[in-house]
């Protein structure tokens, strides 16, 4: 065994993906607002989730709505009853705001 160097192949060690598949960063920052206030409700609530589970749900939709993550149901990310006037089961929601305007 040597110090310092790389691992050796036989040490038994298995990487596993993870439990939900890929986890892409927002390398364009389309859920950052979200994020931002998931974040502040945490600092602001002592890092207590309970609080914030209602700006949790918008921020995995967005990410579920711009394929940042695999589509869920809320049931199974312990989040089905929160904001009961959710537009589906799985994350899509249906009135997705996107940078263009409508000539209605």
Known sequence: MSFGGP??????FKVTPPDRGSFPLDHYAE????????VNCLKNNSSTSTACRDI???YLNCRMNRG????ED???????????????????????????????
């Open 56 to 58: 949790s749900k918008e």
């Open 31 to 38: 859920c950052k607002e979200q994020m931002m206030l998931y």
């Open 74 to 104: 809320w049931e199974s990310l312990g989040l089905a009853n929160v904001g009961k006037d959710a537009s589906s089961e799985k994350g899509i929601n249906k009135n997705i705001s996107t940078n263009s305007t409508s000539n209605a």
């Open 68 to 71: 940042l993550m695999q589509l």
């Open 7 to 12: 691992p050796s192949n036989n040490s038994g």
